[in-house]
C-alpha cells in the first residue's frame, strides 16, 4: 500500500470540496473494497477523506410516504430495519444475500453502490485492463470468462457489476441523492447513476469530481409480492453469476431487474408488460441483444430458469 495523507471531514460539503481540491482522492466509510484496493495497488489514491463523522447514518421516512437512507446506513442496520422488511422486501433479502455477516456490518449503502467489479483481470495488474488503465485492452475478452457479462459489454470492456443492493434499488426506482464541491446538491435517478463501458468503462458513474453521495431516497412501497434470487457458486461470500429481483402484483404485473450480466443492474420496463404471459417472453426482451462467450453462454438458460422459479415463487404467495 502507497503512502497517503488523511483528514476527518467535518460536513458533505467539506468533504465534496476537499475531493475537488485533491484529484484521485477518495472517501473512505466502511472501506470492505477500497482498502483491498489500496493494498493491491489498483487504487493508489494519495489522500483519504474520512466520512464516517457525518451525521448520514439515519433511515426516515419521506413527506411521499418513502424512505431516505442516509449514505452510511450499515447493510445489516438497512436489511433489518423493519420499514424495509415489511414494505421493501426485495431490497432486504437482496443485502442479506450479499458478502457476509461481517462485512455487512461495516459496508455502507453509498459504498455498496459504487462498489468496483470483482472481475479477476481487473485485479490482477500484471493483466492490461481498460477499467484499471484506460487504453490496455481487456483481458477478459478472449480470456476465461464465467462470471462475464452477456448484455450491456463492449469491444472494451465486459465485466460485471457485483451489488446485490444495487439490484433490488433499481428495482425500486431509488434515487440517490449527493453533494457537490461548490455545495448544490443533486438527485440522480438510480438508473442513471451506473454507465455502460462503452470507449470509457473506468467512468462507471455519472457522479462529477468531488461529488459524495449523502442519501438514498425510496418511493412509496408498491406492495406485491418481493422476491430475491441470487444463483452462485457457493451459498455465502460469493457474486452472483445471475441473480433477479422482483415485485409482482396479485394480478400478474410487475419488475424484473438482473445482476450478474451486466456492467449495471440491468432491468427493461418494457419487458415488464410481458410478465402476465410468463417467464420466456419477459427474458427474450430482457436478454436482447446478447452477446456472449463460450465461458458464459449458460447464462442465458439460467436466467429463463431462475426467472421462471422466482414468478412461480411469487404467484404462488
Known amino acids: ?136 485492452g481487456c483481458a477478459a475478452i478472449g480470456g476465461y470468462s464465467r462470471q462475464h457479462a452477456v448484455v450491456g459489454g463492449s469491444d472494451a470492456c465486459i465485466a460485471t457489476h457485483p451489488s446485490d443492493m444495487a439490484v433490488a434499488m433499481r428495482l425500486l426506482d431509488a434515487e440517490v441523492e449527493t453533494v457537490k464541491p461548490d455545495g448544490a446538491a443533486r438527485t440522480i435517478p438510480i438508473v442513471s447513476l451506473h454507465r455502460l463501458p462503452g470507449n470509457t468503462p473506468h467512468l462507471e458513474t455519472a457522479l462529477e469530481p468531488g461529488e459524495l453521495i449523502t442519501g438514498v431516497t425510496l418511493p412509496k412501497p408498491v406492495g406485491g409480492k418481493h422476491v430475491y434470487r441470487k444463483v452462485r457458486d457457493r451459498s455465502s461470500y460469493a457474486f452472483a453469476l445471475v441473480s433477479v429481483a422482483a415485485i409482482v402484483q396479485p394480478d400478474g404485473s410487475g419488475r424484473v431487474a438482473l445482476g450478474g450480466v451486466a456492467h449495471k443492474p440491468w432491468r427493461i420496463e418494457a419487458a415488464e408488460q410481458q410478465l402476465a404471459r410468463g417467464a420466456e417472453p419477459v427474458a427474450t426482451q430482457l436478454l436482447a441483444g446478447a452477446r456472449t462467450t463460450p465461458d458464459n453462454a449458460f447464462k442465458i438458460l439460467l436466467v429463463q430458469r431462475t426467472l421462471a422459479s422466482v414468478l412461480d415463487e411469487a404467484k404462488k404467495g
Do not use: W
Open 1 to 136: 500500500m502507497r503512502a497517503f495523507t488523511y483528514q476527518r471531514a467535518q460536513s458533505p460539503a467539506e468533504a465534496a470540496a476537499a475531493a475537488f481540491r485533491a484529484p484521485g482522492s477518495r472517501f473512505i466509510a466502511g472501506g470492505t473494497n477500497l482498502l483491498d484496493l489500496m493494498k493491491l495497488e489498483i487504487e493508489t489514491p494519495q489522500h483519504l477523506i474520512d466520512v464516517n463523522g457525518l451525521a448520514l447514518d439515519k433511515i426516515e421516512p419521506t413527506p411521499q410516504g418513502g424512505l431516505r437512507i442516509g449514505a452510511l446506513v450499515r447493510n445489516t442496520d438497512l436489511a433489518s430495519d423493519q420499514r424495509v422488511r415489511q414494505d421493501y422486501a426485495v431490497l432486504s433479502r437482496a443485502l442479506l444475500a450479499g458478502a457476509s455477516m461481517q462485512l455487512r456490518n461495516r459496508a455502507t449503502t453509498a459504498g455498496n453502490l459504487l462498489q468496483r467489479t470483482r472481475c479477476p483481470y481487473f485485479y490482477d495488474t500484471n493483466q492490461p485492463c481498460n477499467k484499471r488503465q484506460p487504453g490496455s
